[in-house]
Nanobody, 125 residues
């Protein structure tokens, strides 16, 4: 069992930055690939990016490439999503999730094993 808790969301202006964290419970964090998803009001949940179990491989959806960076610290059981050059279309609830198997794109996340409850990011224009 893995429990995930996101933090760091908030209100930011266009062009600004935010750093989201995902804290995991348990001693098995390093055995899971991790991902970030987001869901905007009235829209389907979408994949944002993923990171392998070791942290050596990352993947991003095209709309955030070059702006967002995912990292993880297996010693601290944490994953971070650094978001720069934020745009109003980045406004969404951001969720972290865990999967035993890494993927470069988990789509809407139907195969994920564990989920956090999410943190809201609002980018004002």
């Amino acid at each position: 069992q893995v429990q995930l808790v996101e933090s760091g969301g908030g209100l930011v202006q266009t062009g600004g930055s935010l750093s989201l964290s995902c804290a995991a419970s348990g001693r098995t964090f390093s055995t899971y690939a991790m991902g970030w998803f987001r869901q905007a009001p009235g829209k389907e949940r979408e994949f944002v990016g993923s990171i392998s179990r070791s942290g050596g491989t990352t993947s991003y959806v095209d709309s955030v490439k070059g702006r967002f960076t995912i990292s993880r610290d297996n010693a601290k059981n944490t994953m971070t999503l650094q978001m720069n050059s934020l745009k109003p279309e980045d406004t969404a609830v951001y969720l972290c999730a865990a999967n035993r198997v890494f993927s470069t794109n988990w789509g809407t996340g139907l195969t994920m094993d564990y989920w956090g409850k999410g943190t809201l990011v609002t980018v004002s224009s």
